[in-house]
């Protein structure tokens, strides 16, 4: 059974910086390509980070320069550094797994929330 459990997720003043978690369980994510996705309501659900299992990555325009995703083979996760937070980068922030015949499995998300 996969499961991805998101953890990190927090209140945050504008300018501040948070780490999220993505710990995998039943898939080996370094086999896997790796996202990063966020939604807030009314809105779709949009990728944020993404990292292949050959190790590029891949960011949406908001975001280059602030956010980072990495991964810890040993420890079977994967992370989504974000700085300079901005009011704009609120949302429930969700991770996916895609293997490579494109099965796709998601956490069940983390808030973030920038304000003052």
């Known amino acids: 059974q996969v499961q991805l459990v998101e953890s990190g997720g927090a209140l945050v003043q504008p300018g501040g910086s948070l780490r999220l978690s993505c710990a995998a369980s039943g898939i080996i994510v370094r086999a896997y390509a790796m996202g990063w996705y966020r939604q807030v309501p009314g809105k779709q659900r949009e990728l944020v980070a993404l990292i292949t299992s050959g190790g590029s990555t891949n960011y949406a325009d908001a975001v280059k320069g602030r956010f980072t995703i990495s991964g810890d083979n040993a420890k079977n996760t994967v992370y989504l550094q974000m700085n300079s937070l901005k009011p704009e980068d609120t949302a429930v922030y969700y991770c996916?797994?895609?293997?490579?015949?494109?099965?796709?499995?998601w956490g069940q998300g983390t808030q973030v929330t920038v304000s003052s």
């Open positions: 996916n797994a895609v293997s490579p015949i494109l099965t796709s499995y």
